[in-house]
């Protein structure tokens, strides 16, 4: 515990507590930020911020901070409980013991849930989705109970969702893998981008979803996805991830062709960038 007091600030956490304050003080943020973060966060520290006087005391303020951060952990908690009940569930204690081992030992997860950013509720609402999944598929004899952890898996999912948008990303490179092999498949993971798009496989639940409705996948350069940023920031205005401008980056780039008649929508999300030199 003594890390969420020692720990410094990310300038994006005291970007968040300020966004959750305009939402508590009946304010909304400026439109570029309501683009690229979902409200959930917000939602929820603003909640938080009812017992503090945050405007008036000093004290109050820092407690804010603090309480925060200490909420993310109980969520990274969360996210441990349910990583061992999944390993459980799917090789026994010995394989629950090992991934929630391999959790809680990452840097990147340690140091991002002490941290107050949305993917920390996000992927905790994520992972009791997967958790109400495996038990809807699992063999019940009650259609009842079956329904009721598929409402439950949905209601995760959703609450997931509105936390981060990322949780609908499938990752494009192992997708492509995946469907030319017609099985899941490692692949590996690179490029600019690789950090929200490349996962290095698809899941055995996702799979056959996208074997469904996906029709093609379309791979893109790094120099596309950069010349994607520099395009939306010179003509929109708008400070995209690599990520987020990798499908706008098919379309520019002409990796992607429509059809005479097509209408085409591009979605472009994310906005884990500070840097608009996207030449650097």
Partial sequence: ?????????????????????????????????????????????????????????????????????????????AIIVLTFRLGTRYGGKAVGWLSTAFLSLSVVFVGRSLEIRPDVPAAAFWVA?????????????????????????????????????????AGPGFVT????????????????AADSLAPRQIGELVFPIAQRHVERVVLVEDAAIRQAQETLW???????????????AALISGRYQPRPGERVGVMVSGGNTTAVDFGR
């Fill in 129 to 169: 989705s997967q958790w109400a999944l495996v038990n809807a598929l699992a063999p019940l004899d009650e259609v009842r109970a079956r329904r009721q952890w598929w409402m439950l898996g949905g209601l995760m999912l959703g609450a997931a969702l509105t936390f981060t948008q990322k949780a609908l990303l």
């Fill in 177 to 192: 893998r995946a469907l030319a092999a017609g099985r899941p498949v490692d692949a590996e993971a690179g490029g600019i």
């Fill in 1 to 77: 515990m003594s890390l969420i007091r020692t720990r410094t600030f990310d300038t994006d956490e005291l970007e968040h507590l300020h966004a959750a304050w305009s939402y508590h003080e009946g304010l909304l943020p400026y439109r570029d930020f309501s683009e690229h973060h979902m409200p959930g966060i917000y939602y929820l520290l603003s909640a938080l911020m009812r017992r503090y006087d945050i405007v008036h005391q000093v004290n109050d303020t820092i407690a804010t901070l603090f309480a925060a951060r200490t909420l993310m952990w109980l969520f990274a908690g």
């Fill in 234 to 248: 010179k003509t929109l205005r708008v400070v995209a991830e690599p990520g987020g401008a990798a499908a706008f």
